[in-house]
């Protein structure tokens, strides 16, 4: 009969009496120490890890929201379509819809002086830069697209880096070369080209693969270009800050129709996002791999402390203790031991996090200026604490139980 009941109180007091109290071997609290110092180490790796990975996605989507519409409409089969085949009007009704442009995108050659570059030319309506926000990445000149009947463009900075492009220097044209459509191959290969020279009025920078992709001239201009006349080859739609994604989604897929593909920001670079996913989650299960093997010294503690608590175990039976109280004290023991590091390290997580987005103590590099940002970007979750304090709990109650279950039965299963 167990005359002292499994009181919770009673278990976590003993339990916290064997941690903090001196033991007869003195390597037991050495190794309790190491254990409460692997875990909060581990702990606090994994924050700072997973912190550092939001921060690069952040930063990542926030370059490419730059650039990238809320949602874009293209079509399902072919390249391009008419205007009329999508009502702006009905677009613009829905509730969190605040910009509507056509687009016409062409691959190009660009010629300045006598560097050539292959690019993409971005047609868009005359008020795009302002409504994009496209003009607040202008790092040189304007963001002006069209004035009365003359055109510009804005050049990707990497384009202008490669080019030479001097807006100093107005006279200097950049020169667009587009496939002919209604040409025949001929002896000449300037022939099976339109070309139209465009003065441009400003340079751009998002990220490298739009900034060495992307020229932006006005619609007309691309339209005429090409040869197009009421052709698109996407509509971009904007979003009002509080817009319901969702719900603008679906209101654009029934009123596109099937034969139209809308994809929001997400979708757009699915791919890249999908990949700072992955690489996440196996970083998250490296390291935690990596703190399982640091919890073995927690098997290891508590081990060691049933063996020099024999006479304890004897005392506690002799009281009435059951073989379940015995058991739950020394699990509580491990899981004190886990708890003081998880926390612990989620303490130092937390204040390393804080010091490197306050302070920026650590930099991506020696030298200034060649990236967006000098020093790691760091994103603070509260998903991430939470996922990292249960995960650190299974781990610590699965060490925790180990060696309670195998070794203790030694000893419970004996008249002491």
């Not at 994994?46 to 926030?62: A, C, D, K, T, Y």
């Not at 969190?96 to 062409?106: A, K, L, P």
């Not at 002896?187 to 932006?216: C, H, L, N, R, W």
Request: glycine content about 8%; hydrophobic content about 45%; overall charge positive.
């Amino acid at each position: 009969m167990e005359l002292i009941a499994p009181s919770v109180n009673l278990q976590f007091f003993i339990a916290k009496r064997y941690l903090l109290s001196k033991k007869s071997h003195n390597v037991i609290n050495i190794i309790s120490g190491i254990s409460v110092a692997g875990i909060t180490m581990g702990t606090m790796a994994l924050i700072v890890v997973l912190s550092v990975f939001n921060g690069f996605e952040s930063l990542v989507q926030g370059l490419y929201n730059a650039f990238d519409p809320d949602f874009k409409i293209t079509i399902g089969t072919g390249k391009t379509f008419n205007a009329t085949d999508l009502s702006k009007a009905e677009i613009l009704r829905i509730p969190g819809v605040v910009r509507y442009s056509e687009v016409v995108e062409e691959n190009a050659l660009l010629r300045y002086h006598s560097k050539q570059y292959l690019a993409t030319i971005k047609g868009v309506s005359a008020d795009y830069a302002s409504q994009s926000g496209i003009d607040t990445l202008v790092v040189e000149g304007h963001a002006v697209l069209q004035r009365d009947s003359f055109n510009y463009a804005i050049a990707g900075y990497g384009i202008a880096y490669f080019l030479g492009l001097d807006l100093a220097n107005p006279d200097e044209l950049l020169n667009i070369y587009v496939p002919d459509r209604d040409s025949r191959i001929g002896i000449s290969p300037e022939a099976s080209f339109a070309s139209e020279p465009v003065m441009v009025s400003g340079i751009f920078t998002v990220q490298q693969d739009f900034d060495s992709k992307y020229v932006i001239v006005p619609l007309r201009f691309a339209r005429q270009l090409i040869g197009y006349t009421n052709e698109l080859t996407s509509v971009e739609i904007g979003l009002g800050k509080g817009a319901d994604v969702t719900r603008v989604q679906e209101k654009l897929t029934t009123l596109a129709g099937s034969k139209f593909i809308i994809k929001n920001r997400f979708q757009q670079q699915e791919v890249l996002y999908k990949i700072m996913k992955s690489e996440k989650l196996a970083i998250f299960l490296i390291l935690s791999f990596i703190l399982l093997i640091a919890t073995f010294n927690v098997i290891g503690s508590l081990s060691m402390l049933i063996l020099d608590k024999k006479k304890d175990i004897a005392v506690l039976r002799s009281l009435g203790a059951g073989d379940r109280l015995i058991r739950r004290i020394f699990i509580t023991e491990g899981m004190l031991i886990t708890f003081s590091g998880a926390l612990s390290g989620l303490a130092l997580g937390f204040l390393v996090c804080w010091i490197q987005q306050r302070f920026g103590l650590i930099k991506l590099q020696t030298g200034a200026g060649s990236f967006v940002v000098d020093a790691y970007p760091v994103k603070l979750l509260i998903t991430d604490f939470l996922l990292v304090f249960v995960t650190v709990s299974t781990i610590g109650m699965a060490a925790a139980w180990f060696p309670v279950r195998r070794i203790s039965r030694r000893f419970l299963d004996q008249r002491l």
